[in-house]
Nanobody, 127 residues
Framework: VVQLVEPGGGSVQAGGSLKLSCTAS????????MGWFRQAQGKECEMVSS???????YYEDSVKGRFTISQDNAKKTVNLQMNNLKPEDTAVYHC?????????????????????WGQGTQVTVSS
């Protein structure tokens, strides 16, 4: 059974930092591309960041320079360090296997499925 557990959310003021961690089980973690996704209230699910098995990373434009994704294969965790948080970062964050073709996923209209993995963790940034 695939399980993704994401503790680490919380409430911070704008400019603050949080670190999210996701612990995975039930699949070959070190052979998998992993991503962090978020869904703000009333908005669509979006991929915030991903890390490939070759180490390459992706960041959504609004978080570039502020968020850093990392992966620890020994611990089967994928982390998201979030610095200089902004109120618009407020959302429920989920980790999941990252899609190989993000644009294809968007064209198919199934992006929302990535925000259904795990229980998610709430991040609230106040101004």
């Amino acid at each position: 059974v695939v399980q993704l557990v994401e503790p680490g959310g919380g409430s911070v003021q704008a400019g603050g930092s949080l670190k999210l961690s996701c612990t995975a089980s039930g699949f070959t973690f070190d052979g998998s591309d992993m991503g962090w996704f978020r869904q703000a209230q009333g908005k669509e699910c979006e991929m915030v960041s991903s890390i490939r098995t070759n180490g390459s990373t992706y960041y959504e434009d609004s978080v570039k320079g502020r968020f850093t994704i990392s992966q620890d294969n020994a611990k089967k965790t994928v982390n998201l360090q979030m610095n200089n948080l902004k109120p618009e970062d407020t959302a429920v964050y989920h980790c999941a296997l990252a899609p190989a073709d993000l644009d294809g996923i968007k064209r198919l209209g199934v992006m929302h499925t990535f925000c259904k993995w795990g229980q998610g963790t709430q991040v609230t940034v106040s101004s």
